[in-house]
């Protein structure tokens, strides 16, 4: 990593990409073991993680540090919502609420009520 100092905020999250997937994996096992549907959008993000993970180890991007940053940001306010869900669904602000209840195969719909 660069001489660049990450937020304050993100010392209570994730710190790498690679520390997102570990935090995801046991999430996805228990999901999957469970058959929710919610184990479809973790796996695919998921998938995309490890994707990101890899190039970043690669140099693949101009700035791997920013990226890597921006990863565990964003998947860590959606793993957090996933957590908060998972122990009680009235937790998380409605437009993950909206999400996370809405019927499999319903993604539009579920988007067109988070847009009102």
Same mark, same amino acid.
């Given at each position: 990593?660069?001489?660049?100092?990450?937020?304050?905020?993100? &010392?209570?999250?994730? /710190? &790498?990409?690679?520390?997102?997937?570990? $935090?995801?994996?046991? &999430?996805?096992?228990?999901?999957? #073991?469970?058959?929710?549907?919610?184990?479809?959008?973790?796996?695919?993000?998921?998938? &995309?993680?490890?994707?990101?993970?890899?190039?970043? $180890?690669?140099? $693949?991007?101009?700035?791997?540090?920013?990226?890597? @940053?921006?990863?565990?940001?964003?998947?860590? @306010?959606?793993?957090? #919502?996933?957590?908060?869900?998972?122990?009680?669904?009235a937790t998380p602000s409605r437009p993950w609420r909206l999400?996370?209840?809405?019927?499999?195969?319903?993604? /539009?719909?579920?988007?067109? $009520?988070?847009?009102?």
């Open positions: 990593m660069s001489g660049r100092r990450r937020p304050v905020a993100a &010392t209570i999250w994730s /710190v &790498t990409a690679d520390d997102v997937l570990a $935090r995801m994996r046991p &999430t996805l096992e228990q999901l999957e #073991a469970e058959g929710s549907p919610l184990r479809h959008f973790l796996a695919t993000y998921y998938r &995309t993680t490890r994707a990101v993970a890899q190039a970043i $180890r690669a140099r $693949r991007f101009e700035d791997p540090d920013w990226v890597d @940053l921006w990863d565990v940001a964003f998947a860590d @306010l959606y793993l957090d #919502a996933l957590e908060a869900h998972r122990k009680d669904p999400a996370f209840s809405a019927p499999a195969g319903s993604a /539009v719909r579920a988007k067109s $009520r988070m847009d009102r």
